[in-house]
C-alpha cells in the first residue's frame, strides 16, 4: 500500500514571491507521482507529472516539480506566483503503472495575496 | 476533444433513497475511475472500470457500485443513502498508455 502527506494544509504567500508545496510518499513499490490542482466547484486539472526519467519535471503555468527518491519526496514549487494561483493544490501517488488509481494527499491551500 | 461529462452537477436526495450518478470520458479512453472528495476524508478511491470491466476496488461498502457501458461511459449507483455519503463525486478517464488521469467538474451530492 502507498501513502502521501502533504505535509502543509495552509501556505500563504504574496504575489511574485516563490512558492514550494511539500509532498513525501510512502511506497514498496516503484511509483508513478502527480500534482493537482482544484480550483473552487471544479475537479482536478493535471499540473505535471513524474513517471520516469530526468527528475525534475515541468508542468503548466510555471510549475515544476523534482522527484527525490532517497527522501521519497516530490516537492512543487514556483518561482513567482500569480493571485490566479490560489487553489487547493493535491499530491498523488499510483503503484499500477497507470494513473487510473491515485492515491491523494489532505491538499494544501495555496493562498496568494497583493 | 470534449473533456469528462459529468451529469448531473448537482443533486439533493433523501436519505434511504438510492442515486445514479453519470460520467462520459475523453473519447478513446477505456479506463474510468471514480473518487468521492468530502472535507473529512479528503479524496478516496472508489474503483476503476476498464473495458466494462472493474479493474480496481477501494475501500467503500457495497452500497456503492458501478458499471461501465461498451462505449466506455460509466455510470455509480448509491443505494440506501446515508447522511455521510454527502460528497463530491469526481469521475477521471486515463489516457490510453496510462499515464495521465483527466478528471470531470464532478457531481455534488447532498444526503438530506
Known amino acids: 500500500a502507498q501513502s502521501v502527506t502533504q505535509l502543509d494544509s495552509q501556505v500563504p504567500v504574496f504575489e511574485e514571491a516563490p512558492v514550494e508545496l511539500r509532498c513525501n510518499y510512502s511506497s514498496s513499490v516503484s511509483v508513478y507521482l502527480f500534482w493537482y490542482v482544484q480550483y473552487p466547484n471544479q475537479g482536478l486539472q493535471l499540473l505535471l507529472k513524474y513517471l520516469s526519467g530526468s527528475t525534475l519535471v515541468k508542468g503548466i503555468n510555471g510549475f515544476e516539480a523534482e522527484f527525490n527518491k532517497s527522501q521519497t519526496s516530490f516537492h512543487l514549487r514556483k518561482p513567482s506566483v500569480h493571485i490566479s494561483d490560489t487553489a487547493e493544490y493535491f499530491c498523488a501517488v499510483s503503484s499500477t503503472g497507470t494513473a487510473s488509481k491515485l492515491t491523494f494527499g489532505t491538499g494544501t491551500r495555496l493562498q496568494v495575496t497583493l | 476533444k470534449a473533456g469528462v461529462t459529468q451529469t448531473p452537477r448537482y443533486l439533493i436526495k433523501t436519505r434511504g433513497q438510492q442515486v445514479t450518478l453519470s460520467c462520459s470520458p475523453i473519447?478513446?479512453?477505456?479506463?474510468v475511475s471514480w473518487y468521492q472528495q468530502t472535507p473529512g476524508q479528503g479524496l478516496q478511491f472508489l474503483f476503476e472500470y476498464f473495458s466494462e470491466t472493474q479493474r480496481n476496488k477501494g475501500n467503500f461498502p457495497g452500497r456503492f457500485s458501478g458499471r461501465q457501458f461498451s462505449n466506455s461511459r460509466s455510470e455509480m449507483n448509491v443505494s440506501t443513502l446515508e447522511l455521510g455519503d454527502s460528497a463530491l463525486y469526481l469521475c477521471a478517464s486515463s489516457s490510453p498508455e496510462g499515464g495521465k488521469a483527466f478528471f470531470g467538474q464532478g457531481t455534488r451530492l447532498t444526503v438530506v
Open positions: 473519447s478513446g479512453h477505456r479506463s
